[in-house]
């Protein structure tokens, strides 16, 4: 356990936090004669996620602390709090009664990444690494930048169409990277795995005819 290795548990920690504020819509607290409501503290608790996301990556990669405990949390961190928000917000209504995010999007949303992250264990089972596209990448900060206008947007209507705009890009991002994903797993696990079944059937029949009968 290392400081990357403890951002990435805090930032796990966040995700109950996250729901728990935006599901209960509290707490609004009063300080210096101004008054913090809920999405406040749901946009802090989310941008300091997003902070963790960033610093532990940069702290591993500096340190020399890059682990195989944080190459397995961090992913699994990133599409937690980001699948939580989302389905929070689904089930949550801004001030005139309208859900704050389509369900259809967030199923988009959500069926990506855990499609990529399927891929990636299989591609990492057989020893193949798929590296994160620009885009995928881009795409985590659409999907932070959505989410906390959103949030805002429960209390703040007139932002409800930025929100909106953010959602297609993320879905069109959603989409768009996913097929680079697999087309990248395709290109390089698929022929890997079809080559080493043909050596194993080689292997077995080679064996099956040296074999001698008794």
């Known amino acids: ?33 101004l008054t913090m409501h809920f999405e406040v503290w749901g ?9 963790t996301d960033w610093a532990d990556g940069y702290l591993a990669r500096r340190r020399l602390q890059v682990t195989t405990l944080g190459i ?14 989302f389905i929070a917000l689904v089930d949550m209504q801004g001030v ?12 988009i949303i959500i069926g990506r990444e855990f499609t990529v992250l399927g891929l990636r264990n299989i591609a990492s089972a057989e020893g193949f690494t798929i590296a994160a596209s620009t885009l995928g990448k881009t795409k985590m900060v659409l999907q932070v930048c959505a989410v906390a206008i959103v949030i805002v947007g429960a209390r703040h209507p007139s932002l409800r169409p930025l929100g909106l705009i953010l959602l297609w890009l993320v879905v069109i991002s959603a989409l768009v990277s996913a097929a680079q994903y697999f087309l ?23 064996k099956s005819q040296d074999a001698v009968p008794l």
Do not use: C, Y
């Open 96 to 107: 005139d009664g309208k859900a704050l995010v389509p369900a259809w999007m967030v199923v």
């Open 43 to 51: 946009v802090l608790i989310l941008l300091l996620a997003a902070a």
């Open 184 to 206: 990248r797993f395709w290109s390089q696990v698929d022929d890997s795995i079809k080559q080493r079944r043909k050596l194993r059937m080689l292997e077995a029949r080679k």
């Open 72 to 85: 397995l949390l961090d992913p699994i961190a990133d599409k937690l709090l980001i699948s939580a928000a």
């Open 1 to 33: 356990m290392n400081l990357p290795n403890s951002l990435t548990l805090l930032r796990i920690f966040f995700v109950p936090l996250l729901i728990v504020i935006l599901l209960t819509r509290s707490p609004t607290v009063k300080m210096f004669g």
